[in-house]
Every structure is written in structure tokens, then in C-alpha cells.
């Protein structure tokens, strides 16, 4: 048997903001179907390794593979501008505010992309989205605009917003940081249903918890390295490094 | 000294109508080309290339910094001497056009710029491309949250229209003279023509106000 390509590797990722390293090098790959969670400390690269691989950063140096295509290919202009597009329409990115278009209703948020971009037809697209709605449990809000709408709404309806354009791999970057913490739980279980649907993602959380529950890895990042990854098992009951277990330490008593 | 005799007005209640109905007819077509001028004019001041955003900005500071009577001049008299012959309508839908396209565009500039950057990136990472993300989601949002000021420019242009009849446009203004040249009754016509004006302006509003209303919905 061949070995599976990876869905998503990230090589030797390095980024500056000025004098400042923030990604000091990082390896990461991530195969199909599997579910990586991110923690480590704010300020440790986190977010920015997440931006890094759908490209809103540009990296320094180093290399991001998707499915066997290079993300941050060596194209310029246009060219580079029509590869990124394409790209990234297979890379679903969940913010942590939401990001909602306000002047859109949420049927709109969810159909724009698939008939702008891929030129679904608009009875297709709603369709589409509205089956995405049922599916986080939202089918009654389509009309609405995200004005009249709870965070934890906001944000399943930015995740069907993601889904629609039928990504190969979600990327969430602290999607329940800021939600008040009664509307946690339905965002955690949407992402639990994707997880059950073998849905490839890349999760940044400070919520260990959630992260020990739905990752089949957890990585530990601090000062823009990987200290440590593993299986959440060995990574909460038995980290190896001393930071890991600092700052375990601090997250598991809070 | 004369009274007032509001039936001097009746015989030439057509010509003042059909005035009226040019003054709306600038008001329409200069106010469109002020609204995409507007959004045109600021795109490029922001995103073009200096090649093309240069005589941009130098054409809107002319626009800003000289009188709109000497635009119009310019446009309409001026422009002959080099070959160039525009209609009287056409050069005076131009002026105003282009004159409240570059107040227009300085106040939608500020309203792109204000526009939450995450909105740029939720477009961006869906695949949308920069044009695209202008278009559907930056603009739209930029628009939506100057319309107040843009509102506030159309009813300025509405009453500044009456400045194209030096250019000879029966507009309501240029009626009203023709009237009064006629009849040597200045007060009568002026206030009939100011009442027009003034009815001119509240169906403006009411159309600026259904605007606002829809975008009152989504907020
Ligand atoms: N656009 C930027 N310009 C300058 N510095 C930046 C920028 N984005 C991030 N940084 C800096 O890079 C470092 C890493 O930021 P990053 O957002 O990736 O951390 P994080 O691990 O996601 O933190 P948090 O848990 O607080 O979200 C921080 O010191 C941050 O201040
Ligand atoms: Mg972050």
C-alpha cells in the first residue's frame, strides 16, 4: 500500500511581523480525515500558523501543501491572485468573530460563495444552504440578518457559511473564545458532528477540554515552535516537557 | 407698488412643470453619476496605480477647489474651443455630476477604510478575489454606512441644479425667469418655483428614507 498523501503539511514555517519571529519553524502535517488541535499559550503563533496555511499570512520561508498542491507557490500578480483563490475555496476558516457579511442575510452569507465562485445556480445554492442550516441546526434563521442573531448562531452560521463551498479541510481559529459561555456548547457540537463526519480540521483552542474530546492529535506550541504533540491521552495525562506541563498546569486547574 | 396675484402664475403652470420635470431629470442622472463617480473615484484613489490614482486625484482637487459655476463654464464654452461640443443637458449633468462625485468620493474613501478588516478576510477566505470582495462585501457595507452624507450631497445637488440655467437648461430656475420676463411679476414665480423645489426635495427624501429604512433591517 502506498502512504496517503497528506491533506494538509506545512514544512519549515517561518514568519516575521517586523523584527519580530512569530514562527520560528514549524513542521505540521495533518492527513485526511484527521482532527489536530492547537493550544499553547496567547501570543505563541498559534493563529498565525493557521493564517499562515490558507495564506492571509504570507510566510517568510517554509512550505504549505494542500492535497498535494502548494499553497504559497512561487506565482506573482494575477497568477498568484487566481491559485490563492482557488485554494483557499477548498480551505473552510471559522474567526473567531464570526466575520458574517451584516448586510447579507444569513441565506445570502451562506449562497454567495457557491454561486459567485463555483456558479451554482441560485435555487442549487439555497437549497444548499438550507440543508446547511438544518444541519447546524439553523433552518429557521435563513431570512434573518446576523444583527438579530446569538453569538453561538453567528457562528454556526459562519461554519455552514464554510461548508458550502464543500472545503476539503476546516480551519478554526478559536471559534468559541468569544461566546458567552452558555452558547459554547452548540458551536462544540457542530464541530463534534463534522468531527463525526471525518471532516479533516485544524482546531486553536483554549478550551482543553473540547480539544481532549474531538482531536485524534494535540499540539503543544509555545514561542512560535512545537514544543510537543501527541495523542491527547499521552498530551494531558503525561506530557513530556516541562513548558507542556506549566502550562497544562494552569489551563487544567483554571 | 403691485400685490400679490398668485393667477399671473396659471397660463405658465406648464412651462414651470415641464421646468420642474428637467430639474428632476438632472437631479436623477447627475445624482447617479455622482453616486458611481463617487465609488469610482475612490476605488481608484485607493487601490490604483499611482499611474492612473495621480490624475485622478489632481481631476477631483479641481473639481473640489474651484467653483462650480466655472466647471460648468468650462465644460459647456470651453471644451468647444477644442473640438470637443457637448449639449447643454450633457455638460450640465457632467458639472454637477463630477462636481459632487469628488465630495461623494471623499466621504465613501472614509467609509472603505472603515469597514472591519475581518469582513475582508471571511470574503478572502472563502476564495472570494480582491475585486470580488470590493464588490459584494466591502462597497456594499462602505455605501450602507455613508448614505446619511450621500443622502445629505443629493439634496444639495437638487437645489445647486438651479445653476446649470446660466448654461441655458430650462430647468425650474431658467422657467421661472422666462416667466417673469414675460410678466414682471418676480415674486410670484419665485415663490411658485421655491414650492416646487420644495416638493422636489420631500420625494427625495422620501426615496433617501426607504433606503434607510432597508438598511435599517439588517442592523
Ligand atoms: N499582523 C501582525 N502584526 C504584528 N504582529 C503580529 C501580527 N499578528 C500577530 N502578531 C504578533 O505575533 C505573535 C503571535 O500572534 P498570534 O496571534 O499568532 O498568537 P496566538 O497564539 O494566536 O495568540 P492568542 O492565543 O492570543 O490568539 C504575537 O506576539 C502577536 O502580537
Ligand atoms: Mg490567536
Redesign the pocket.
Given at each position: 500500500m502506498s502512504t496517503q498523501l497528506p491533506m494538509v503539511e506545512v514544512r519549515g514555517a517561518r514568519k516575521s511581523?517586523?523584527a519580530?519571529e512569530?514562527l520560528k519553524g514549524i513542521d505540521l502535517s495533518v492527513d485526511r480525515g484527521q482532527i489536530v488541535a492547537i493550544i499553547?499559550?496567547?501570543?505563541?503563533?498559534?493563529?498565525?500558523?493557521l493564517r499562515s496555511i490558507n495564506h492571509l499570512e504570507s510566510l517568510n520561508s517554509g512550505e504549505v501543501w494542500l492535497d498535494g498542491v502548494q499553497v504559497n507557490q512561487k506565482l506573482h500578480g494575477q497568477a498568484f491572485e487566481r491559485h490563492i483563490n482557488k485554494v483557499r475555496q477548498q480551505m473552510g476558516m471559522v474567526f473567531q468573530h464570526f466575520n458574517l457579511f451584516p448586510h447579507l442575510t444569513v441565506l445570502e452569507n451562506i449562497s454567495m460563495g457557491p454561486i459567485i465562485l463555483k456558479g451554482m445556480t441560485r435555487s442549487d445554492a439555497h437549497a444548499l444552504a438550507h440543508s446547511l442550516l438544518s444541519k447546524v441546526g439553523l433552518a429557521d434563521k435563513i431570512d434573518a440578518y446576523p444583527s438579530r442573531l446569538s453569538g453561538g448562531q453567528k457562528q454556526r452560521v459562519a461554519i455552514a457559511r464554510a461548508l458550502a463551498m464543500q472545503p476539503k479541510v476546516m480551519l478554526f481559529?478559536?471559534a468559541t473564545s468569544a461566546l458567552d459561555p452558555e452558547l459554547v456548547d452548540e458551536v462544540n457540537a457542530v464541530m463534534k458532528q463534522l468531527a463525526a463526519e471525518h471532516m479533516t480540521m485544524l482546531i486553536?483552542t483554549?478550551e482543553m477540554r473540547f480539544a481532549g474530546e474531538v482531536a485524534d492529535r494535540v499540539l503543544f506550541?509555545d514561542g512560535g515552535v512545537v514544543v510537543e504533540e501527541g495523542p491527547p491521552g499521552d498530551m494531558f495525562r503525561a506530557p513530556q516537557k516541562e513548558r507542556t506541563r506549566t502550562f497544562l498546569k494552569k489551563y487544567l486547574s483554571a | 407698488m403691485q400685490g400679490l396675484d398668485f393667477t399671473v402664475v396659471a397660463p405658465y403652470w406648464d412651462l414651470l412643470l415641464i421646468g420642474a420635470w428637467w430639474t428632476a431629470v438632472l437631479t436623477v442622472s447627475a445624482g447617479a453619476l455622482s453616486f458611481v463617480g463617487g465609488i469610482l473615484f475612490a476605488v481608484i484613489v485607493l487601490y490604483a496605480p499611482v499611474i492612473v490614482a495621480y490624475p485622478v486625484r489632481a481631476l477631483m482637487w479641481v473639481f473640489m477647489g474651484t467653483p462650480l459655476l466655472l466647471q460648468l463654464f468650462l465644460i459647456y464654452f470651453g471644451l468647444v474651443q477644442i473640438g470637443i461640443d457637448i449639449p447643454a443637458l450633457a455638460a450640465g449633468i457632467v458639472g454637477l455630476g463630477l462636481h459632487f462625485a469628488v465630495y461623494n468620493a471623499d466621504i465613501i474613501r472614509a467609509g472603505i477604510v472603515a469597514v472591519d478588516v475581518g469582513q475582508t478576510e471571511g470574503a478572502r477566505s472563502i476564495g472570494f478575489g480582491k475585486w470580488q470582495t470590493l464588490r459584494h462585501v466591502v462597497i456594499p457595507q462602505a455605501i450602507r454606512n455613508t448614505a446619511p452624507p450621500i443622502g445629505g450631497n443629493l439634496i444639495a445637488l437638487l437645489k445647486e441644479s438651479s445653476i446649470v440655467s446660466v448654461i441655458g437648461i430650462a430647468e425650474l430656475v431658467h422657467s421661472a425667469q422666462l416667466a417673469i420676463s414675460e410678466t414682471f411679476r418676480p415674486f410670484e414665480f419665485y415663490i411658485t418655483a421655491a414650492a416646487l423645489y420644495y416638493i422636489l426635495n420631500l420625494v427625495l427624501e422620501a426615496a433617501l428614507r426607504l433606503f434607510e429604512r432597508h438598511v435599517e433591517a439588517s442592523r
Open positions: 511581523f517586523g519580530v512569530v499553547g499559550p496567547s501570543g505563541s503563533g498559534k493563529s498565525t500558523l481559529d478559536e486553536v483554549h506550541m | -
